[in-house]
């Protein structure tokens, strides 16, 4: 099926997924046809003394080995081949028991690249890791059990242009990130033109991340409380606060159940014994969930505020917190963002206004 009708089909499950709550016209915004993931996974399948790129059948009960992958972006295309070569002419020690390789790129052209293994990793392994981060021009990361090998850094840096500013976003290994970066400017900028309607009240977001949408939409708002449960996630967002010189922002380690019962005073947390919530007048939240949607909890804590910036990655359960929301709010702009082209997951976008 050619890109444009897979899109359109999309757009045609969305709308009617959200026909009860919303009849305009969804905004619709395209992926580059190819070369658009800036992240990518591969099995390893072995034949002798031989590694394969490779992902699992439909059956599973076997692999698909990967001639070529042109939906990932050019530096990982560009890296990936020759890194299999490398481990190919080094089998006993950069292809004994491998059988995984992940890549995290960015659009400047760093690329991090980590190695998974059943076995323990020596010397041997790492002087001809570090070897090949200079053949590669890339950062290089082995993994095994109870075992973590850095050779020089855990992390790329992607800068984007978003809303004719520019932003950088440490991402480190392991961590959350966006995965196709041209739609993810489109989804922040789509985000900037809700907020810019606003014009007044402090922020709410969760499931913040390493500041993705915070940090771009932090401007328009006077204070900024972003919540995440990941550790590591926080630490980057820390980190990306100060690379952008952003002073406006709290960040704060928790899951969506525990902000709704630490902003309910249902429940203390010393974490944030030094954060006075009190302080706070929200007038926007945004929300980015997993596939399984809203809480409860946390339905019933935003659908009190005037304005709401829902991200979905599963249309299904973003409609069935829907019925609920509308409520309270109208939809007033709905979206469909395509981060996975050829595949059928949809990211989308609603703005929620309260009901006079």
Not at 43 to 62: F, L, P, S, T, V
Not at 188 to 202: F, H, L, P
Not at 233 to 241: F, G, M, P, R, T
């Amino acid at each position: 099926m050619e890109y444009t009708e897979q899109l359109q089909n999309k757009q045609t499950r969305l709308a009617e997924l959200l026909a009860p709550y919303y009849k305009n016209e969804l905004e619709l915004f395209d992926s580059p046809p190819s070369h658009h993931r800036a992240r990518a996974e591969f099995r390893i399948w072995h034949e002798g003394e031989c590694c394969r790129y490779a992902m699992g059948n439909y059956q599973k009960d076997g692999a698909v080995c990967i001639e070529e992958c042109p939906k990932v972006i050019d530096a990982i295309q560009k890296r990936m081949w020759k890194l299999l070569e490398r481990i190919n002419a080094s089998p006993q020690t950069l292809g004994h028991r491998l059988f995984g390789v992940e890549f995290l790129a960015t659009t400047s052209d760093e690329c991090l690249i980590t190695m998974l293994y059943h076995k323990k990793l020596d010397e041997a392994w790492s002087a001809e890791a570090k070897s090949l981060e200079q053949e590669l021009n890339c950062k290089i990361l082995g993994r095994s059990r109870k075992q973590k090998i850095v050779l020089s850094e855990e992390f790329v840096t992607e800068t984007l242009r978003i809303g004719g500013k520019q932003f950088t976003y440490r991402q480190y290994e392991g961590g959350f990130t966006q995965p196709n970066p041209s739609v993810n400017i489109k989804m922040i900028e789509w985000a900037i033109r809700q907020a810019k309607t606003i014009g007044y009240g402090d922020f709410l977001e969760s499931y913040c991340g390493l500041g993705n949408f915070t940090l771009p939409l932090a401007g328009y708002f006077k204070k900024v409380l972003a919540t995440e449960i990941s550790k590591r996630s926080i630490q980057a967002a820390l980190e990306n606060c100060r690379l952008n010189n952003i002073a406006n922002i709290t960040f704060a380690r928790l899951s969506s159940e525990e902000m709704t019962e630490a902003l309910t005073r249902e429940r203390m947390f010393n974490r944030l014994k030094e954060i006075e919530l009190h302080t706070y007048d929200f007038s926007t939240v945004l929300v980015d969930p997993p596939r399984a949607g809203l809480d409860e909890g946390t339905i019933t804590l935003i659908s009190k505020m005037d304005h709401i910036i829902y991200i979905s990655c599963n249309p299904e359960t973003l409609a069935r917190d829907l019925k609920v929301l509308t409520q309270t709010h109208r939809v007033a702009q709905a979206a469909l963002f395509d981060q996975f082209p050829y595949t059928e997951h949809i990211e989308s976008g609603v703005f929620l206004v309260k009901k006079a």
